[in-house]
């Protein structure tokens, strides 16, 4: 199909794409080079957890202004600064030397990524007609599995051959080239985008514009239905955290695994690419016949509750093949109600999108820093890579069961949502 007949909607959707791999590039790097760099820097169990909690800490702390700064800005320059930010402490983790200097290079790190998938949000809730938004988040999340697929494909013989530093050296020049592109074609709303049809336009009518109203955070804060969205992206991002930050180093320290075997660990990330694109659609399809509440329920409701079904078999099988098929059996049931959250997101939030995903992404980075910090301490104390993943069966269960009480029909600001 020639360039020219494809519509700006599915360009701008094509460099969210490749946004989303070189994100996830960019995480999953350090997970893959994990146990190299745990022996080359005598990092321990405990140690290791507040490195990967680092990140978390600081990207929970400053997704909500930057997500902020997304609706009043616009992301055009937000997603610019961002990843040239991430990009050159991406780089700046291959030149660390100690454990104290990782810590101060990961926490940076997350500073600058911040912001970037509620300014995704942005984008969606801009350029995307709101019957495809479910099925866009899906698409962006699939790509953002193939990142973290073949993560593992690339850091690991790089590492071998040249060391686990290059890793880092190459995915940090990588976003650099995106970020210079993105700035240069991109535009914040249709409208300004030259070449868009009137035919389009008519399509995108009703999108939100770049025109920003300030959010009411005291009214928004006072929605239970913000709250149960919040709390059930905590309970699943905490099981999310464990494929980021420690699933390379459990199959290798608690399973075994040698680094030949090691490169089975992109699985769960393939796996997971068709989970959240059919999580995407599936839910578009459902919302046009059953409604958007139970559109989006049905599949957050059998994507966590399929995740805590086999994260418990991970924990009770001994046969490493079946660990490597639990796991990506977990992740893919994370994966599938993925996009719909973020749906979700765009759902009650409307024009304040980068806030409202901001907010949730908040949680769910702080999640993802006390699951990281707790796995290590677990470890320490029980000597055992399973005992963590007993409080993320707990998790799932609890954000399957909120998953029934989240009413994407309530807009933020409607009273006594």
Request: aromatic share 14%; net charge positive.
């Amino acid at each position: 199909m020639p360039l020219a007949s494809v519509k700006y909607q599915h360009r701008v959707l094509g460099l969210l794409s490749l946004l989303s791999i070189i994100t996830y590039l960019d995480r999953v790097c350090i997970a893959v080079a994990g146990p190299r760099m745990q022996d080359s820097l005598h990092i321990g169990p405990e140690a290791w957890g507040w490195v990967t909690s680092a990140f978390f800490v600081s990207y929970s702390a400053f997704d909500i202004p930057t997500g902020m700064m997304g609706d009043r800005i616009g992301p055009r320059r937000v997603l610019t600064r961002i990843v040239l930010w991430w990009s050159i402490f991406t780089s700046l983790t291959g030149a660390v030397s100690n454990y104290f200097v990782l810590l101060l290079v990961r926490f940076c790190f997350g500073v600058g990524e911040a912001g970037a998938y509620p300014n995704t949000g942005v984008v969606i809730g801009r350029w995307i007609p709101v019957r495809n938004r479910a099925r866009a988040w899906g698409i962006v999340w699939m790509m953002s599995q193939i990142g973290g697929a073949i993560s593992p494909l690339l850091v690991i013989p790089i590492q071998t051959h040249f060391g686990w530093q290059r890793s880092f050296y190459l995915f940090g020049f990588v976003g650099v080239i995106w970020a210079g592109f993105w700035y240069w074609w991109f535009r914040d709303s249709p409208a300004e985008k030259a070449g868009v049809t009137s035919a389009e336009m008519e399509e995108l009518r009703g999108t939100p514009t770049h025109k920003h109203q300030g959010l009411l955070w005291s009214l928004a804060l006072r929605s239970g239905n913000l709250w149960r969205i919040t709390a059930m992206v905590a309970c699943y991002v905490y099981a999310l955290a464990f494929f980021q930050s420690w699933f390379q180093t459990y199959l290798v320290r608690g399973r075994g695994f040698n680094e030949g075997l090691l490169m089975l660990s992109s699985l769960p990330y393939a796996i997971g690419a068709c989970a959240n694109l059919a999580g995407g659609i599936t839910s578009d399809w459902l919302v046009r016949r059953v409604g958007l509440r139970a559109g989006r329920q049905t599949i957050g409701v059998a994507g966590l509750g399929a995740a805590a079904v086999f994260l418990t078999a991970t924990i009770l099988t001994m046969n490493n093949t079946l660990v490597i098929l639990f796991l990506s059996l977990v992740y893919a049931g994370l994966a599938f109600q993925q996009p719909v959250f973020f749906a979700v997101c765009l759902d009650v939030g409307r024009r304040h999108a980068g806030a409202v995903v901001g907010l949730t992404n908040t949680a769910g980075n702080a999640s993802m820093a006390v699951s990281s910090v707790v796995f290590g301490q677990l470890v320490g104390r029980f000597g055992s890579y399973n005992a963590p993943l007993i409080p993320m069966v707990f998790t799932l269960c609890v954000g399957t069961l909120l998953w029934l009480t989240v009413d994407p029909t309530r807009e933020l600001f409607v009273e006594g949502g």
